[in-house]
């Protein structure tokens, strides 16, 4: 996939010079090498004493500019990041900037409460990446509709904190300190959270409606008056110490004061009214957040470290948070048993469980993890819960990562604030997540306004994620319940791009015609379209929806596959690739100048001179071409004889024994090309010589075959050093070819290093081809990263290390060829 992450690319990996020292250039040199590797603190440094110098032409002085805005916006500074995007963009020089940037500065413009402006930067975000993008550079060239949702505040809130809902039965269960009469007068006093319970959510009333436009409308009332909330921090009164459940990290956060209602008062019967969930489960320690299996008879939840009348306390005399079970049974939750795992000196909490209940989800701080707290996961087997296992660094950071969620599709709800990018404190992310729900394929951050520049937090919802709840505390900063409805499909449609290429040669196929059919809808059509002289063609196909793809080239057998984007949980477009198996089809010679040529059916024995015939096809597709001018010279005498090629590619001379020859192939925008014939001895007998020739045009991309490379690394093998020898025979048979040298790398890891790693390894390349006497003007190294993959091995898809090898590879492309 192509993230682009820096202005002018090829600006920053030439030359900047600063002045005439060594000094000065390295530098900016040493700056621009601390950004490539995402030494963003660094870099700012480097950058403000190379920016004091004052000696940059302007267009250098931008990019360094768009730098510094990026490593900021990169280190969560949102303030000085839209300080120096400013700076940049108010000088009149400047031309557009690329995707990344507008997108970036929205996003800080965001985070820094500016959504006007930052709507404004969003929307030249998806004008240019549409203008910029092309189908034979990216596979991430659509934009994505922008999602958009309904926010509901909700009539459950309290001047107190309601936060972490999750689904029961028809209802809703959530966390909370005293609702009005609620509790008794010995947990009054006490002041801990415990749950609550709404018996039917579609009874829950919406207090005012913050709408996808931005605007807020009252529904029921005036808004909230706050005045009478009393703010208490966890963990102050004279009951506990500090514990891991006083902080935003697990559990609770300030602002839970009590509600001072009496405690007669029965509101709280009312539809749509919360009442105590459970007088078993709700103690005078803090409860929640909790988790049920399908039919609601097993919860999980969460507890101070209490367990029938009996307080634990860690070694450092803390008491810390841990996961129990209960069954429902005689009107109440009964048999409450800890899980395996707890542990008196650290916590376990927020539980998750997914839809067949085989896998628990929760927050640990439990030692040897990433940093903080992270997500673990564990397996039931067997009727017991098995060692949990860290869901690793594609998701968990050094910061906290809390609530996490499980959709009925498998995709994990969470939040953190750990991750770059963010709106501001905890952030609402969701997980792609492996079959078997242990590995993290990919991590997406939500959009506006479910995020905010606030804490959000606690999010359940759908499968398709049409509605669903949260938390957050962007309203007067305490921590509320809201209810979200999705107004927008989750995709415009779904992108999808097809490659199409010949089995045997594995070269990309144009015109091909690919016929689409979904089977309902209003796609039910047949719709046709060819593809691109790169075997490509994209669509954008209907959300769930099945497809059929009917694919045919005249002189290749007809391919079919079935193809359906129901089910596919990420929002990035999609490749197939279809390859085709050639006919074979017995080839018909053209005329030649001197004789005519000889029939297929012909015995050599009937030739009265040896004749050299063969096709002149394109470098890259091995497609003939049509119109090369092919000429014969004759060493002896110096004479010419001329071919024109027709739309087969062939040609066909007759040639005399005993002299050496000369063809010299040409055509308007390809290179030229010259092949030597050592002669034929005068007295032996005739012969036909088959001298097949690919030419190279401008813009043409070749595959260097097996030059590959191990994981990680940037080496040039023995195995490429060979093949490469082969590119050095190239650029001396063409004197006049200026090549781009192209490096890919696989889908594993972080794309900016995949793309530092293909940088380096084009370099070698290039070290390497200099070092056997092509000069170096001739070549230019370009990292391509992850962003083209040949195969489907893209991120979220696992393959095998085969296929893997196959991205792992070394292009050229031709820039100058005469």
């Not at 709840?469 to 319940?481: A, T």
Request: some cysteine; aromatic content about 10%.
């Amino acid at each position: 996939m192509v993230r682009i992450k820096y202005f002018c690319l090829a600006i920053l990996l030439s030359a900047i010079t600063l002045a005439q020292t060594p000094v000065r250039e390295s530098l900016l040199q040493q700056a621009n090498r601390q950004f490539d590797t995402q030494a963003y603190a660094k870099a700012i440094a480097l950058y403000q004493e190379v920016l004091s110098q004052n000696l940059l032409p302007l267009r250098q002085r931008q990019q360094v500019l768009l730098n510094v805005a990026s490593s900021y916006f990169y280190l969560g500074d949102n303030a000085r990041s839209e300080e120096f995007y400013k700076e940049v963009l108010s000088e009149d020089s400047l031309n557009d900037l690329t995707p990344s940037h507008y997108l970036n500065y929205a996003k800080a413009l965001a985070n820094n409460g500016k959504m006007q402006e930052s709507e404004k930067y969003y929307d030249l975000y998806q004008n240019s990446k549409h203008t910029e993008s092309r189908l034979n550079q990216s596979a991430e060239i659509f934009t994505k509709k922008r999602i958009t949702y309904r926010l509901d505040y909700l009539a459950i809130n309290t001047p107190n904190a309601e936060f972490s809902p999750m689904y029961y039965k028809e209802g809703l269960v959530f966390v909370s300190g005293k609702a009005a009469g609620a509790v008794s007068s010995e947990s009054t006093q006490k002041g801990y959270l415990d749950l609550f319970f709404v018996n039917k959510e579609n009874e829950i009333k919406a207090l005012s409606t913050l709408n996808a436009d931005g605007t807020e409308t009252d529904v029921i009332g005036s808004r909230r008056n706050s005045a009478g909330s009393q703010s208490r921090m966890l963990g102050s009164d004279a009951y506990t110490k500090s514990t891991s459940n006083d902080s935003r990290t697990i559990g609770i956060y300030n602002g839970y004061g009590l509600n001072d209602k009496p405690d007669g008062q029965k509101n709280n019967t009312q539809p749509g009214k919360a009442t105590p969930f459970s007088k078993e489960l709700n103690t005078r320690y803090h409860e929640g957040p909790v988790t049920f299996n399908a039919d609601g008879s097993q919860i999980i939840f969460t507890r101070n470290n209490f367990n029938e009348g009996q307080k634990g306390v860690s070694n450092d005399n803390n008491i810390k948070l841990k996961l129990y079970s209960a069954q429902w049974g005689n009107g109440d939750w009964t048999n409450i048993q800890e899980l395996p795992f707890n542990s008196d000196d650290y916590s376990t909490a927020h539980p998750s469980l997914s839809k067949d209940g085989s896998l628990l989800y929760f927050v640990s701080d439990m030692p040897k993890g990433i940093g903080g707290k992270d997500i673990y996961v564990s397996r039931l087997e067997n009727g017991r819960w098995s060692t949990p296992i860290n869901l690793g660094k594609e998701l968990n950071t050094k910061q906290d990562e809390v609530f996490p969620f499980v959709d009925a599709r498998g995709n994990l709800y969470f939040s953190t604030a750990g991750r770059k990018g963010g709106y501001g404190g905890l952030d609402l992310y969701y997980a792609v997540l492996s079959k078997d729900g242990t590995k993290v394929i990919e991590v997406i951050h939500l959009d506006a306004p479910i995020n905010s520049k606030a804490d959000d937090f606690g999010l359940i919802t759908d499968a398709a994620r049409t509605t669903g709840y949260f938390s957050s505390n962007r309203r007067e900063g305490d921590d509320d319940i809201y209810r979200f409805t999705r107004e927008s499909s989750l995709y415009e449609c779904r992108q999808l791009l097809v490659r199409v290429f010949d089995n045997q040669t594995q070269q990309p196929l144009d015109s091909a015609t690919i016929t689409v059919k979904s089977k309902v809808g209003d796609q039910g059509a047949d719709k046709s379209l060819q593809t691109d002289a790169n075997g490509w063609v994209h669509l954008c196909l209907a959300s769930d929806n099945d497809f059929i793809f009917n694919v045919s080239k005249t002189g290749f057998q007809d391919n079919t596959i079935g193809f359906s984007t129901r089910y596919l949980t990420d929002d990035k477009p999609t490749r197939l690739e279809f390859g085709m198996e050639a006919f074979a089809v017995a080839p018909v010679f053209n005329s030649s100048p001197e004789k005519k040529p000889i029939a297929l059916n012909d015995s050599i024995s009937t030739l009265k001179h040896s004749r050299v015939r063969g096709i002149v096809r394109t470098e890259t597709d091995r497609q003939p071409i049509e119109g090369v001018l092919v000429k014969l010279r004759n060493e002896c005498d110096k004479k010419i004889y001329e071919s024109i090629t027709g739309p087969d590619g062939r040609y066909d001379f007759e040639i005399a024994e005993g002299c050496d020859y000369t063809l010299i192939y040409s055509k308007d925008t390809y290179g030229t090309n010259t092949i030597k014939i050592s002669k034929v001895p005068k007295k032996a007998e005739p012969k036909v010589l088959s001298k097949d020739i690919g030419l190279l045009k401008k813009g043409d991309i070749v595959k260097l075959d097996n030059i590959y490379y191990d994981q990680g690394k940037e080496g040039i093998r023995p195995d490429a050093a060979r093949e490469l020898e082969k590119m050095v025979a190239t650029m001396k048979r063409y004197p006049s070819l200026q090549a781009e040298i192209l490096s890919h790398t696989d889908s594993r890891g972080d794309a900016n290093f995949n793309r530092v790693l293909s940088q380096k390894r084009a370099q070698a390349v290039v070290d390497y081809m200099v070092s056997k006497g092509i000069p170096q003007k001739r070549l230019k190294p370009t990292g391509m990263g992850e962003s083209l993959p040949v195969n489907g091995c893209v991120d979220g898809v696992i393959c095998t290390e085969a296929e893997y090898q196959r991205n792992r590879r070394t292009e050229f492309k031709v820039l100058e060829i005469r």
